[in-house]
């Protein structure tokens, strides 16, 4: 298995002892690191969303992403997120915010193992 990581600046962004752990960690999951300069990268993601051909994972300024979720590229994460918080920060409910944590890492590692074992099946141009 793969996993796809898109950076801009590569690992100006991302320390590369973060990539290195995660790998280290996970030996059977390769990481393959998709970069291009910051300048470039929104052109890069931009071509690679036409082609159905996006990361798994890529970091990108907030301006940008949110034109993705608006047209159903990337998923607008914010609720969830918000729901943690306020149960673990606010309400100091741990263990209901631990549970939507833990929910919301099962449910994109499914769509993530998902996409990734039909991925097989697309057609490349070359």
């Known amino acids: 298995m793969t996993l796809k990581i898109g950076l801009p600046g590569a690992y100006d962004v991302t320390k590369k002892e973060i990539i290195d752990g995660f790998a280290a960690k996970f030996p059977n999951i390769k990481v393959e690191v998709q970069d291009a300069p910051w ?32 047209r159903g590229v990337a998923e607008d994460l914010s609720s969830y997120i918000k729901l943690i918080f306020r149960d673990a920060f606010q309400q100091f409910k741990m263990g209901p915010a631990s549970a939507a944590a833990w929910a919301l890492f ?21």
């Open 106 to 126: 099962v449910i994109i590692l499914t769509i993530t193992l998902f996409q990734r074992y039909f991925e097989r099946r697309w057609v490349h141009y070359v």
């Open 39 to 70: 300048g470039d990268f929104v052109t890069k993601i931009a071509t690679q969303i036409a082609g159905g051909m996006t990361p798994d994972v890529w970091l990108q300024e907030n301006a940008v992403i949110l034109g993705y979720g608006k």
